[in-house]
């Protein structure tokens, strides 16, 4: 799945000259979750960092832990894009809610995308967070029980 939405994302990433990063990691074994809606998740993730960075870089890492008796699944879409202050982040995973006005004039889009990728992952028993510096970057964690 992930190299689908790779060779996917890929012409959207050389529309602002980014490179893109997907290491390998064999050890990851199964998830059982729903493949459209965790398709939709990542490709919305990998779209707004797409969106988001210029020259820069975008990287998909998945990755495997067990917590007690618990496999998650992670997947941690990176960039060095414009990045984002703590206040813009306080509402980013609300219906039609941006990370600012500027923001939405400079780039466009709705709103919703985080805001379904984050009711999908509560759907699929999982959770999506941020973490992000301003003029460094963002990343973008989906937490998955495998």
């Known amino acids: 799945m992930a190299k689908e939405i790779m060779a996917s994302i890929e012409p959207l990433a050389k529309t602002n000259q980014n490179t893109l990063k997907i290491p390998r990691n064999d050890g990851l074994g199964m998830i ?12 919305n993730l990998l ?37 984002m202050t703590p206040v ?26 985080l805001a379904i990728s984050q009711s999908f992952c509560k759907m699929m028993e999982g959770e999506i967070a941020v973490q992000s510096e301003v003029d460094i970057g963002s990343t973008f964690t989906i937490r998955l029980p495998a």
């Open 32 to 43: 059982y979750a729903d493949r459209l809606k965790l398709r939709q998740c990542v490709l």
């Open 88 to 113: 813009q982040m306080e509402h980013l995973f609300e219906v039609f809610s941006q990370a600012g006005a500027s923001t939405h004039r400079v780039y466009g889009g709705t709103g919703l995308g």
């Open 47 to 83: 779209c707004n960092a797409c969106k988001f960075t210029k020259g820069g870089t975008i990287s998909l890492e998945i990755d495997r832990e067990t917590i007690g008796e618990k496999a998650w699944i992670y997947f941690d879409v990176g960039d060095t894009d414009i990045g």
